[in-house]
């Protein structure tokens, strides 16, 4: 039998209408190269192929026999379980005359598969019941029919260089002791599969050749071998990952000239940094000298600015904003929600009013957010048209049709993981004179502090600069995780709140939800702001804010925290990011539970700008039940003040595929490879493909055919969303 990758399942001998449907609908199987990459879940241990006599009940061993019997029975429900069940035993006899049994639950198929009389290799760990040895739930290998004359020997010969059985994700229907027998028949069926990477690439990483590598990680003989299988196919997925993002920057570039920003003698920026109350950090001035770089040069700046809360990030995005203004451009900044937007610029007002805003010869500052005021509205459209405009600050709103600068020089995002890859495109698109193909200078800003390995992958296709210095004076924040065992320590945390707000202190409180409706279980922040009004802080003045009030009303609120009027700030999650008052010094978060790692340092964040010592409490189990998976979470937030730890740790936790959603394409097709423990592979691929790159942009030399297609089966997509771009 000769089977192609395209072809598809039905192929595959036994695989009729049904199954296929169900490898589709399940599993998204279609044809024989998808089941070749549908890999094992993980893999059994056979254990050695033994004779039941020597075999030590806990272990792992694989029996060999023949099957004498099936019996089926019902077991009816009993305690809280709540339906029948069907049993299958089996008997089965092995060559030296032992009889062993094999049970199984609701797995009446094994049955007709491994039908009376057939010889058998059965996988599992042996467990003794009523005086019996047995093997539950067994993994089975049909190894032929005694009436075909099976040597027992021989089949176990062959097993003993098999010992790891692979385990498959199933889906209703097809179980993956089925899904083990299809793959061996389209292994069997497929001559050598192809390789899309240059066998000198493979032997300078030491790694094996694809067709050894599919093989492998469906039939490892033993863990060197499923290893190295699942080294060559983790490669595979960050190879074609870095090519990716490299590409698309490289087109970007390539079709794009940028333009020169470079810092001026004598000019804004100059004169900001020297205006500034304190001298930057040594961290803030190397990004100065790496930006400065960037700005100057024809090519276009593509820089992610990663720090982690606190860092002075802000401090860096205005001078670059500034740079632009130096070389007769305007700067955009923008902001993922209304609150941050505002946020940043009342920031950059005060860092530039010794420069002079919105005055005679002065900077022209604006804010634009989909609360702006319809006239106000047409007026700033009108001035960034006209040039008047220096700088502006805004959310989505800056994307929106009719938004058109005379000449945008440089951009800032923040808190670029809520915005994709197009709105990164659409803001860069915005200069007013279509005709022209260059391209701002772009900053991305993140407070989410990503480990190195996940910002060269998510953001391969940016150049990146760590702040990686707090401003002096800063000390971390106290965190404590208080669960409901602790009952009284809520009441000395309130105590404490109390007296720090009579020293002029501020305090948030954070609660996942906004409205009591929204959930069954779990604080709504309009209880609780009416339980501590009423109760706890009566005297103290409590302060709303959360998403569905109306811009008017969340200004108010946070200007009365902000003044000190009221000492405590009930709110969700839209404090999350970016809101700087100084005389915070406590944080209060209500069923920490619901909040993930980086999300809970983002909160913590808020606290502990000022010299102040700050404090956190992580209130959680007060509303359900404490996972130990969660608990675990929340004491590595306690227990660490670093944000790069942390996020290290969280990637260790959860994965990457839940740190990052769609929007940051690619990550999600990473099935084998995992950045926390795959860097050198992170790292060896962005240098291969950089390489690639740079003697070959397009992918066009006849050599890298194969890499071509298989970035533009990969991303076609992302490239879509770019082509707006280049033919913009
Ligand atoms: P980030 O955006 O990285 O969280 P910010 O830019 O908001 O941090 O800065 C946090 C606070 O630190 C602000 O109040 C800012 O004025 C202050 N700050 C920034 N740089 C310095 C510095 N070099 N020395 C002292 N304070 C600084
Ligand atoms: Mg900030």
Same mark, same amino acid.
């Given at each position: =039998?000769?089977?192609?990758?395209?072809?598809?399942?039905?192929?595959?001998?036994?695989?009729?209408?049904?199954?296929?449907?169900?490898?589709?609908?399940?599993?998204?199987? #279609?044809?024989?190269?998808?089941?070749?990459?549908?890999?094992?879940?993980?893999?059994?241990?056979?254990?050695?192929?033994?004779?039941?006599?020597?075999?030590?009940?806990?272990?792992?061993?694989?029996?060999?026999?023949?099957?004498?019997?099936?019996?089926?029975?019902?077991?009816?429900?009993?305690?809280?379980?709540?339906?029948?069940?069907?049993?299958?035993?089996?008997?089965?006899?092995?060559?030296?005359?032992?009889?062993?049994?094999?049970?199984?639950? !609701?797995?009446?198929?094994?049955?007709?598969?491994?039908?009376?009389?057939?010889?058998?290799?059965?996988?599992?760990?042996?467990?003794?019941?009523?005086?019996?040895?047995?093997?539950?739930?067994?993994?089975?290998?049909?190894?032929?029919?005694?009436?075909?004359? /099976?040597?027992?020997?021989?089949?176990?010969?062959?097993?003993?260089?098999?010992?790891?059985?692979?385990?498959?994700?199933?889906?209703?229907?097809?179980?993956? &002791?089925?899904?083990?027998?299809?793959?061996?028949?389209? %292994?069997?069926?497929?001559?050598?599969?192809?390789?899309?990477?240059?066998?000198?690439?493979?032997?300078?990483? *030491? %790694?094996?050749?694809?067709?050894?590598?599919?093989?492998?990680?469906?039939?490892?003989?033993?863990?060197?071998?499923? #290893?190295?299988?699942?080294? #060559?196919?983790?490669?595979?997925?960050?190879?074609?990952?870095?090519?990716?993002?490299?590409?698309?920057?490289?087109?970007?570039?390539?079709?794009?000239?940028?333009?020169? !920003?470079?810092?001026?003698?004598?000019?804004?920026?100059? @004169?900001?940094?020297?205006?500034?109350? &304190?001298?930057?950090?040594?961290?803030?001035?190397?990004?100065?000298?790496?930006?400065?770089?960037?700005?100057? $040069?024809?090519?276009?700046?593509?820089?992610?600015?990663?720090?982690?809360?606190?860092?002075?990030?802000?401090?860096?995005?205005?001078? @670059?904003?500034?740079?632009?203004?130096?070389?007769?451009?305007?700067?955009?900044?923008?902001?993922?929600?209304?609150?941050?937007?505002?946020?940043?610029?009342?920031?950059?007002?005060?860092?530039?009013?010794?420069?002079?805003?919105?005055?005679?010869?002065?900077?022209?500052?604006?804010?634009?957010? $989909?609360?702006?005021?319809?006239?106000?509205?047409?007026?700033?459209?009108?001035?960034?048209?006209?040039?008047?405009?220096?700088?502006?600050?805004?959310?989505?709103?800056?994307?929106?049709?009719?938004?058109?600068?005379?000449?945008?020089?440089?951009?800032?995002?923040?808190?670029?993981?809520?915005?994709?890859?197009?709105?990164?495109?659409?803001?860069?698109?915005? $200069?007013?004179?279509?005709?022209?193909?260059?391209?701002?200078?772009?900053?991305? =800003?993140?407070?989410?502090?990503?480990?190195?390995?996940?910002?060269?992958?998510?953001?391969?296709?940016?150049?990146?600069?760590?702040?990686?210095?707090?401003?002096?004076?800063?000390?971390?924040?106290?965190?404590?995780?208080?669960?409901?065992?602790?009952?009284?320590?809520?009441?000395?945390?309130?105590?404490?709140?109390?007296?720090?707000?009579?020293?002029?202190?501020?305090?948030?409180?954070?609660?996942?939800?906004?409205?009591?409706?929204?959930?069954?279980?779990?604080?709504?922040?309009?209880?609780?702001?009416?339980?501590?009004?009423?109760?706890?802080?009566?005297?103290?003045?409590?302060?709303?804010?959360?998403?569905?009030?109306?811009?008017?009303?969340?200004?108010?609120?946070?200007?009365?925290?902000?003044?000190?009027? @009221?000492?405590?700030?009930?709110?969700?999650? /839209?404090?999350?990011?970016?809101?700087?008052?100084?005389?915070?010094? =406590?944080?209060?978060?209500?069923?920490?539970?619901?909040?993930?790692?980086?999300?809970?340092?983002? %909160?913590?964040?808020?606290?502990?700008? *000022?010299?102040?010592?700050?404090?956190?409490?992580? &209130?959680?189990?007060?509303?359900?039940?404490?996972?130990?998976?969660?608990?675990?979470?929340?004491?590595?937030?306690?227990?660490?003040?670093?944000?790069?730890?942390?996020?290290?740790?969280?990637?260790?936790?959860?994965?990457? *595929?839940?740190? &990052?959603?769609?929007?940051?394409?690619?990550?999600?097709?990473?099935?084998?490879?995992?950045?926390?423990? +795959?860097?050198?592979?992170?790292?060896?691929?962005?240098?291969?493909?950089?390489?690639?790159?740079?003697?070959?942009?397009?992918?066009? +030399?006849?050599?890298?055919?194969? %890499?071509? $297609?298989?970035?533009?089966?990969?991303?076609?997509?992302?490239?879509?969303?770019?082509?707006?771009?280049?033919?913009?």
């Amino acid at each position: =039998m000769t089977l192609e990758l395209t072809d598809p399942v039905t192929a595959l001998p036994g695989v009729g209408g049904v199954t296929a449907r169900r490898l589709a609908d399940g599993l998204g199987i #279609r044809t024989v190269e998808e089941l070749l990459r549908h890999y094992p879940r993980t893999y059994h241990d056979a254990g050695e192929v033994l004779d039941v006599a020597e075999v030590a009940e806990g272990e792992p061993a694989t029996l060999i026999g023949e099957v004498r019997r099936w019996t089926g029975r019902r077991v009816p429900p009993r305690g809280r379980r709540r339906r029948s069940l069907d049993l299958l035993e089996g008997e089965v006899r092995q060559a030296s005359g032992n009889v062993f049994r094999v049970t199984y639950f !609701n797995q009446s198929f094994r049955r007709q598969r491994l039908p009376e009389g057939s010889v058998v290799a059965f996988s599992g760990v042996v467990k003794r019941f009523r005086h019996e040895l047995q093997l539950a739930a067994p993994e089975a290998q049909l190894l032929g029919r005694v009436a075909d004359d /099976v040597d027992p020997d021989a089949a176990a010969r062959r097993l003993e260089h098999q010992r790891l059985l692979a385990v498959y994700p199933a889906t209703e229907g097809v179980t993956s &002791f089925a899904l083990s027998e299809l793959v061996e028949a389209a %292994l069997a069926g497929i001559g050598p599969l192809g390789d899309w990477v240059d066998p000198s690439i493979l032997d300078e990483e *030491g %790694l094996v050749d694809l067709d050894t590598a599919i093989r492998c990680i469906h039939r490892p003989r033993d863990h060197a071998e499923r #290893r190295t299988a699942r080294r #060559r196919l983790a490669f595979d997925e960050l190879f074609g990952l870095q090519l990716g993002v490299q590409w698309r920057r490289v087109r970007l570039e390539a079709e794009t000239v940028g333009l020169d !920003n470079a810092p001026v003698d004598g000019g804004a920026a100059e @004169a900001f940094l020297k205006v500034l109350p &304190f001298p930057p950090t040594a961290a803030q001035r190397r990004a100065f000298d790496e930006l400065g770089g960037d700005l100057a $040069s024809q090519r276009a700046m593509h820089r992610l600015l990663q720090g982690d809360v606190g860092s002075g990030k802000t401090l860096v995005a205005v001078w @670059a904003m500034l740079c632009a203004v130096d070389n007769g451009r305007q700067a955009a900044l923008m902001a993922p929600t209304a609150v941050l937007a505002e946020q940043h610029h009342r920031t950059l007002t005060e860092l530039l009013a010794p420069l002079g805003v919105n005055v005679l010869d002065g900077l022209r500052v604006e804010l634009l957010t $989909s609360a702006t005021p319809v006239a106000q509205r047409r007026r700033i459209l009108g001035s960034l048209t006209s040039g008047e405009v220096d700088l502006i600050v805004g959310t989505h709103a800056l994307l929106e049709e009719g938004v058109r600068f005379a000449d945008l020089g440089v951009t800032v995002i923040d808190e670029q993981h809520r915005f994709g890859v197009a709105q990164r495109v659409t803001l860069m698109e915005k $200069s007013a004179d279509a005709a022209t193909t260059t391209t701002p200078d772009v900053l991305v =800003m993140t407070a989410t502090p990503i480990p190195r390995s996940l910002a060269l992958t998510v953001y391969g296709d940016l150049d990146v600069t760590v702040l990686d210095e707090l401003p002096p004076g800063r000390q971390p924040v106290v965190t404590a995780l208080i669960t409901p065992e602790e009952h009284g320590r809520r009441a000395r945390v309130y105590d404490f709140v109390r007296r720090e707000a009579a020293q002029g202190r501020r305090a948030f409180v954070v609660c996942p939800f906004v409205d009591p409706s929204d959930v069954a279980d779990g604080t709504a922040v309009v209880d609780e702001h009416a339980r501590l009004a009423d109760g706890e802080f009566s005297e103290v003045g409590v302060a709303l804010v959360h998403g569905r009030m109306t811009p008017a009303e969340k200004d108010a609120a946070m200007t009365a925290f902000r003044t000190g009027e @009221a000492a405590v700030l009930v709110a969700t999650t /839209v404090v999350e990011v970016g809101v700087d008052v100084p005389e915070a010094t =406590m944080i209060l978060i209500e069923d920490a539970e619901r909040f993930g790692v980086s999300q809970l340092h983002q %909160l913590r964040g808020r606290v502990g700008r *000022g010299t102040d010592r700050s404090y956190c409490v992580l &209130f959680a189990g007060w509303s359900g039940p404490l996972a130990d998976d969660a608990r675990r979470r929340l004491e590595v937030v306690a227990a660490n003040s670093d944000g790069f730890a942390l996020a290290e740790a969280d990637l260790e936790l959860r994965g990457e *595929g839940q740190l &990052f959603g769609r929007a940051q394409s690619g990550i999600t097709d990473l099935r084998l490879a995992r950045l926390s423990r +795959d860097r050198d592979l992170v790292a060896a691929t962005r240098r291969i493909a950089a390489r690639i790159l740079a003697t070959d942009p397009g992918l066009d +030399d006849p050599v890298h055919a194969g %890499l071509k $297609s298989e970035v533009l089966r990969r991303y076609e997509d992302d490239l879509d969303a770019l082509g707006a771009l280049e033919t913009g």
